[in-house]
Protein backbone atom coordinates (compact mmCIF):
# COMPACT_ATOMS: atom_id res chain seq x y z
CA UNK A 1 0.00 0.00 0.00
CA UNK A 2 2.75 2.75 0.80
CA UNK A 3 4.86 1.84 -1.97
CA UNK A 4 2.33 2.76 -4.22
CA UNK A 5 1.37 5.75 -2.73
CA UNK A 6 4.69 6.80 -2.84
CA UNK A 7 4.73 5.73 -6.85
CA UNK A 8 1.55 7.89 -7.00
CA UNK A 9 2.68 11.38 -5.19
CA UNK A 10 6.27 10.37 -7.64
CA UNK A 11 4.33 10.41 -11.24
CA UNK A 12 2.02 13.60 -9.91
CA UNK A 13 5.33 16.23 -9.50
CA UNK A 14 4.01 19.65 -10.74
CA UNK A 15 6.19 21.85 -13.35
CA UNK A 16 9.67 21.80 -11.97
CA UNK A 17 11.61 25.13 -12.00
CA UNK A 18 15.23 25.09 -11.94
CA UNK A 19 17.35 28.06 -11.16
CA UNK A 20 20.97 27.63 -12.28
CA UNK A 21 23.76 29.79 -11.29
CA UNK A 22 26.45 31.19 -13.44
CA UNK A 23 29.66 32.81 -13.25
CA UNK A 24 30.53 32.84 -16.44
CA UNK A 25 33.01 30.69 -16.82
CA UNK A 26 32.75 28.44 -20.30
CA UNK A 27 33.27 25.32 -18.72
CA UNK A 28 30.89 25.64 -15.93
CA UNK A 29 28.08 26.79 -17.81
CA UNK A 30 28.89 23.30 -19.82
CA UNK A 31 28.55 21.08 -16.94
CA UNK A 32 25.48 22.83 -16.14
CA UNK A 33 23.94 22.47 -19.54
CA UNK A 34 24.93 18.88 -19.58
CA UNK A 35 22.75 18.49 -16.09
CA UNK A 36 19.73 20.36 -17.25
CA UNK A 37 19.40 18.52 -20.86
CA UNK A 38 19.48 15.28 -19.25
CA UNK A 39 16.73 15.78 -16.20
CA UNK A 40 15.12 17.12 -19.26
CA UNK A 41 15.58 14.29 -21.42
CA UNK A 42 14.59 11.60 -18.05
CA UNK A 43 11.40 13.30 -16.75
CA UNK A 44 7.73 14.03 -18.44
CA UNK A 45 7.27 16.99 -16.12
CA UNK A 46 8.02 20.61 -17.44
CA UNK A 47 11.13 21.92 -16.58
CA UNK A 48 11.61 25.68 -16.84
CA UNK A 49 15.66 26.72 -16.72
CA UNK A 50 16.32 30.52 -15.10
CA UNK A 51 19.98 30.91 -15.38
CA UNK A 52 20.90 33.57 -13.23
CA UNK A 53 24.60 35.81 -12.70
CA UNK A 54 26.31 35.85 -9.82
CA UNK A 55 25.76 38.76 -8.18
CA UNK A 56 21.69 39.17 -8.96
CA UNK A 57 20.08 41.01 -6.32
CA UNK A 58 17.67 39.39 -3.56
CA UNK A 59 15.26 41.69 -5.32
CA UNK A 60 15.35 40.09 -8.42
CA UNK A 61 15.32 37.14 -7.50
CA UNK A 62 12.33 37.44 -5.52
CA UNK A 63 10.42 38.69 -8.92
CA UNK A 64 11.25 35.29 -10.57
CA UNK A 65 9.23 31.95 -10.22
CA UNK A 66 9.78 30.22 -6.98
CA UNK A 67 12.51 27.31 -7.90
CA UNK A 68 12.08 23.76 -7.06
CA UNK A 69 15.88 23.03 -7.70
CA UNK A 70 18.59 25.26 -7.24
CA UNK A 71 22.57 24.20 -8.96
CA UNK A 72 25.34 25.51 -10.04
CA UNK A 73 28.92 24.94 -10.80
CA UNK A 74 31.96 27.27 -9.64
CA UNK A 75 33.39 28.50 -6.27
CA UNK A 76 31.46 31.79 -6.99
CA UNK A 77 28.28 30.31 -6.89
CA UNK A 78 28.50 28.68 -3.88
CA UNK A 79 27.11 31.18 -1.50
CA UNK A 80 24.32 32.39 -3.47
CA UNK A 81 22.77 28.73 -4.10
CA UNK A 82 23.34 28.36 0.28
CA UNK A 83 21.33 31.59 -0.02
CA UNK A 84 17.92 30.43 -2.37
CA UNK A 85 18.46 27.12 -0.26
CA UNK A 86 17.47 29.19 2.70
CA UNK A 87 15.25 31.66 1.50
CA UNK A 88 13.23 28.87 -0.48
CA UNK A 89 13.14 25.89 1.28
CA UNK A 90 14.48 24.09 -1.83
CA UNK A 91 17.26 21.46 -2.25
CA UNK A 92 21.10 22.75 -3.66
CA UNK A 93 23.21 20.78 -6.03
CA UNK A 94 26.75 22.03 -6.43
CA UNK A 95 29.10 20.49 -9.38
CA UNK A 96 32.60 19.85 -8.85
CA UNK A 97 34.08 19.98 -5.41
CA UNK A 98 33.02 22.76 -3.28
CA UNK A 99 34.91 25.64 -1.38
CA UNK A 100 32.38 24.95 1.21
CA UNK A 101 31.82 21.85 3.55
CA UNK A 102 29.84 19.40 1.67
CA UNK A 103 27.08 18.83 4.26
CA UNK A 104 25.58 22.15 3.71
CA UNK A 105 24.17 20.96 0.32
CA UNK A 106 21.26 18.32 -0.61
CA UNK A 107 23.72 16.56 -3.62
CA UNK A 108 27.55 17.01 -4.44
CA UNK A 109 28.85 15.70 -7.60
CA UNK A 110 32.32 15.61 -7.97
CA UNK A 111 35.24 14.08 -10.21
CA UNK A 112 36.57 10.48 -9.08
CA UNK A 113 39.90 12.35 -8.87
CA UNK A 114 39.06 14.51 -6.39
CA UNK A 115 38.45 14.02 -3.04
CA UNK A 116 36.18 15.47 -0.12
CA UNK A 117 34.07 14.67 2.56
CA UNK A 118 31.31 12.15 2.21
CA UNK A 119 28.03 12.67 4.59
CA UNK A 120 25.88 10.21 2.26
CA UNK A 121 25.40 13.46 -0.29
CA UNK A 122 28.13 12.87 -2.60
CA UNK A 123 28.45 11.20 -5.35
CA UNK A 124 31.65 10.41 -7.71
CA UNK A 125 31.27 11.17 -11.51
CA UNK A 126 33.50 10.38 -14.32
CA UNK A 127 35.33 13.42 -14.94
CA UNK A 128 33.22 16.80 -14.95
CA UNK A 129 29.91 16.63 -16.43
CA UNK A 130 29.06 17.34 -20.10
CA UNK A 131 26.57 18.19 -22.57
CA UNK A 132 24.58 15.22 -24.03
CA UNK A 133 26.17 14.93 -27.29
CA UNK A 134 24.65 14.34 -30.23
CA UNK A 135 26.76 11.90 -32.06
CA UNK A 136 27.24 10.37 -35.47
CA UNK A 137 30.84 8.59 -35.49
CA UNK A 138 32.17 8.15 -38.71
CA UNK A 139 34.26 4.65 -38.97
CA UNK A 140 36.63 6.54 -41.03
CA UNK A 141 37.46 9.42 -38.95
CA UNK A 142 39.95 9.68 -35.85
CA UNK A 143 40.40 12.62 -33.69
CA UNK A 144 44.08 13.49 -31.82
CA UNK A 145 43.88 16.62 -29.13
CA UNK A 146 47.09 18.01 -27.93
CA UNK A 147 47.37 20.13 -25.02
CA UNK A 148 50.97 21.12 -23.34
CA UNK A 149 52.81 22.82 -20.98
CA UNK A 150 51.07 22.35 -17.45
CA UNK A 151 51.56 22.18 -13.60
CA UNK A 152 50.68 18.52 -13.62
CA UNK A 153 53.10 16.82 -16.19
CA UNK A 154 56.05 17.52 -18.01
CA UNK A 155 55.40 18.05 -21.47
CA UNK A 156 58.09 16.71 -24.45
CA UNK A 157 57.25 17.95 -27.63
CA UNK A 158 59.32 15.71 -29.35
CA UNK A 159 58.43 12.69 -27.58
CA UNK A 160 54.42 13.35 -28.36
CA UNK A 161 55.03 14.16 -32.17
CA UNK A 162 56.52 10.81 -32.36
CA UNK A 163 53.38 9.12 -30.35
CA UNK A 164 50.73 11.01 -32.89
CA UNK A 165 52.90 9.75 -35.87
CA UNK A 166 53.16 5.98 -34.86
CA UNK A 167 48.92 6.49 -34.06
CA UNK A 168 48.62 7.85 -37.60
CA UNK A 169 50.35 5.05 -39.56
CA UNK A 170 49.09 2.35 -37.42
CA UNK A 171 45.15 3.32 -38.77
CA UNK A 172 45.99 4.08 -41.96
CA UNK A 173 42.13 3.27 -43.04
CA UNK A 174 41.14 6.61 -41.05
CA UNK A 175 41.62 10.31 -41.95
CA UNK A 176 43.04 11.71 -38.83
CA UNK A 177 42.10 15.36 -37.42
CA UNK A 178 45.12 16.77 -35.25
CA UNK A 179 44.05 19.64 -33.29
CA UNK A 180 46.06 21.44 -31.24
CA UNK A 181 45.53 23.68 -28.21
CA UNK A 182 46.03 27.28 -26.55
CA UNK A 183 48.85 25.64 -24.46
CA UNK A 184 50.63 24.03 -26.87
CA UNK A 185 54.05 24.82 -28.21
CA UNK A 186 54.02 27.63 -31.07
CA UNK A 187 54.09 25.80 -34.49
CA UNK A 188 54.08 22.72 -33.19
CA UNK A 189 51.63 20.98 -35.87
CA UNK A 190 54.49 22.28 -38.60
CA UNK A 191 56.87 19.79 -37.27
CA UNK A 192 55.44 17.21 -38.16
CA UNK A 193 55.82 15.57 -40.87
CA UNK A 194 53.37 15.28 -43.86
CA UNK A 195 50.97 12.54 -43.07
CA UNK A 196 49.09 11.40 -45.93
CA UNK A 197 45.73 10.36 -43.94
CA UNK A 198 46.03 13.05 -41.46
CA UNK A 199 44.98 17.14 -41.03
CA UNK A 200 46.36 19.85 -38.92
CA UNK A 201 43.80 22.45 -37.04
CA UNK A 202 45.53 25.13 -35.12
CA UNK A 203 42.88 26.06 -32.22
CA UNK A 204 43.28 29.25 -33.39
CA UNK A 205 41.01 28.70 -36.47
CA UNK A 206 38.65 27.12 -35.61
CA UNK A 207 35.31 27.92 -34.18
CA UNK A 208 33.77 27.43 -30.45
CA UNK A 209 31.91 24.60 -31.52
CA UNK A 210 34.83 22.87 -33.75
CA UNK A 211 35.67 20.80 -31.41
CA UNK A 212 32.63 19.21 -29.91
CA UNK A 213 31.12 18.89 -33.91
CA UNK A 214 34.57 16.68 -34.29
CA UNK A 215 34.33 14.67 -31.36
CA UNK A 216 30.36 13.79 -32.19
CA UNK A 217 32.02 12.42 -35.88
CA UNK A 218 35.07 10.48 -34.57
CA UNK A 219 35.38 7.04 -33.99
CA UNK A 220 38.55 6.63 -32.31
CA UNK A 221 39.86 9.75 -29.90
CA UNK A 222 43.35 9.86 -28.71
CA UNK A 223 43.85 13.05 -26.31
CA UNK A 224 47.35 13.79 -24.08
CA UNK A 225 47.11 13.06 -20.55
CA UNK A 226 47.48 16.81 -19.46
CA UNK A 227 43.73 17.87 -21.63
CA UNK A 228 41.57 16.60 -18.83
CA UNK A 229 38.95 18.53 -19.74
CA UNK A 230 38.76 17.18 -23.43
CA UNK A 231 39.49 13.50 -22.34
CA UNK A 232 36.40 13.50 -20.71
CA UNK A 233 34.67 15.35 -23.54
CA UNK A 234 35.53 12.32 -25.52
CA UNK A 235 34.80 9.50 -23.20
CA UNK A 236 31.08 11.24 -22.81
CA UNK A 237 30.54 10.48 -26.75
CA UNK A 238 30.72 7.18 -26.00
CA UNK A 239 33.81 6.28 -28.45
CA UNK A 240 36.85 4.73 -28.08
CA UNK A 241 39.62 6.43 -26.16
CA UNK A 242 43.51 6.56 -25.89
CA UNK A 243 45.97 8.46 -23.34
CA UNK A 244 48.72 9.90 -25.03
CA UNK A 245 51.05 9.99 -21.57
CA UNK A 246 53.08 11.70 -19.98
CA UNK A 247 55.51 11.83 -17.35
CA UNK A 248 54.22 13.58 -14.26
CA UNK A 249 55.89 16.50 -12.30
CA UNK A 250 55.13 15.47 -8.85
CA UNK A 251 54.38 11.66 -6.80
CA UNK A 252 50.58 12.75 -5.86
CA UNK A 253 49.18 13.68 -9.17
CA UNK A 254 44.74 13.75 -9.35
CA UNK A 255 44.51 13.81 -13.02
CA UNK A 256 47.32 10.88 -13.32
CA UNK A 257 45.00 8.96 -10.16
CA UNK A 258 41.84 9.86 -12.32
CA UNK A 259 43.44 7.97 -15.47
CA UNK A 260 44.67 5.50 -13.83
CA UNK A 261 41.39 4.68 -12.36
CA UNK A 262 39.99 4.55 -15.91
CA UNK A 263 42.46 2.20 -16.87
CA UNK A 264 41.48 0.20 -14.05
CA UNK A 265 37.74 -0.02 -15.52
CA UNK A 266 39.14 -0.68 -19.15
CA UNK A 267 37.69 2.86 -19.76
CA UNK A 268 41.10 3.99 -21.88
CA UNK A 269 43.87 2.71 -23.63
CA UNK A 270 47.71 4.02 -22.92
CA UNK A 271 49.61 4.80 -25.48
CA UNK A 272 52.06 2.26 -24.30
CA UNK A 273 49.35 -0.30 -24.45
CA UNK A 274 49.66 0.09 -28.61
CA UNK A 275 48.80 2.68 -31.13
CA UNK A 276 45.81 1.13 -32.36
CA UNK A 277 42.63 1.06 -29.69
CA UNK A 278 41.82 -2.69 -29.52
CA UNK A 279 37.45 -3.69 -29.52
CA UNK A 280 38.29 -4.95 -25.71
CA UNK A 281 37.29 -1.24 -23.76
CA UNK A 282 34.24 -1.03 -21.68
CA UNK A 283 33.08 1.99 -23.57
CA UNK A 284 29.83 3.82 -21.74
CA UNK A 285 26.78 4.87 -23.56
CA UNK A 286 26.96 8.62 -24.50
CA UNK A 287 25.71 10.92 -22.03
CA UNK A 288 25.78 8.30 -19.43
CA UNK A 289 27.19 10.35 -16.28
CA UNK A 290 25.09 13.32 -16.84
CA UNK A 291 21.61 10.72 -17.09
CA UNK A 292 22.73 9.10 -13.92
CA UNK A 293 22.84 12.49 -12.08
CA UNK A 294 19.76 13.46 -13.27
CA UNK A 295 18.16 10.70 -11.79
CA UNK A 296 19.82 11.41 -8.73
CA UNK A 297 18.46 14.89 -8.71
CA UNK A 298 14.84 13.58 -9.71
CA UNK A 299 15.13 10.96 -7.06
CA UNK A 300 15.59 13.92 -4.42
CA UNK A 301 12.60 15.82 -5.53
CA UNK A 302 10.37 13.15 -5.47
CA UNK A 303 11.40 12.39 -2.04
CA UNK A 304 11.36 15.48 -0.62
CA UNK A 305 7.79 15.50 -2.23
CA UNK A 306 6.80 12.57 -0.64
CA UNK A 307 8.10 13.65 3.16
CA UNK A 308 6.24 17.01 2.70
CA UNK A 309 2.99 15.09 1.62
CA UNK A 310 3.09 12.36 4.83
CA UNK A 311 3.98 15.12 7.09
CA UNK A 312 0.74 17.05 6.24
Not at 81 to 109: A, E, G, H, R, Y
Not at 111 to 129: A, K, Q
Not at 139 to 150: A, F, N, R, Y
Not at 203 to 215: A, N, P
Request: aromatic share 6%; charged share 15%; with cysteine.
Amino acid sequence: MSEFFYEHVAIGMKDLVFWVFSDGRKGHEKQTVGLTQAIKSSTKTSVTVQRIAVGTSVKKLSELPKPSLVFGAGNATHLPMLMTKVLFNVPCIVLMKPSLPTIFFDLVFVPHHDVCSNFGNVHTTRGVLCPIPDVCPNSTQGVILLGGQSRHFHWHTESVLDTVTNIVNASPHKHWTICDSPRSPDNMLNQLDALPNATFRQWRTTSESFITELLNSSSETWVTCDSVTMLYEALNTGAPVGVIELPSIRKTNKLARGIQDLVKNNQVQLSRGGYSIGTGLSVPTPGQESRRCAELCLNLLKLRKCRRIVTI
